[in-house]
Nanobody
């Protein structure tokens, strides 16, 4: 289990940008694959982006491709989600998650064993 703490959420106008961060408490951060998920009110938690351990292969859900970028800084034990060209439908609580698996395809919620508490992102129209 890894302790994960998100930060950086907030309110932004449509078309704007926001970066959310997730700090992990572990001595072997590079050994974990990391993901970002989001959950809007009344909806299931959905995959947004992931970056694998070691090779840093990235995966994105189709609706954010070209707008969002997932990055990891192993020296700082931190993973980021840079969100550009935000839309009102991006409004949700964003969660980061950690997994010891190496993914060959976009991961699912069940692939992750550690979760942060979430950070709210609200995009106004």
């Amino acid at each position: 289990q890894v302790r994960l703490v998100e930060s950086g959420g907030g309110l932004v106008q449509a078309g704007g940008s926001l970066r959310v961060s997730c700090a992990a408490s572990t001595r072997v951060f590079s050994a974990y694959s990391l993901g970002w998920f989001r959950q809007a009110p009344g909806k299931e938690r959905e995959f947004v982006a992931a970056i694998t351990r070691f090779y840093g292969t990235t995966f994105y859900t189709d609706s954010v491709k070209g707008r969002f970028t997932i990055l990891r800084d192993n020296a700082k034990n931190t993973v980021y989600l840079q969100m550009n060209s935000l839309k009102p439908e991006d409004t949700a609580v964003y969660y980061c998650a950690a997994s010891e698996q190496y993914f060959l395809r976009g991961p699912k919620v069940s692939d992750f064993t550690s979760w942060g508490q979430g950070t709210q992102v609200t995009v106004s129209s």
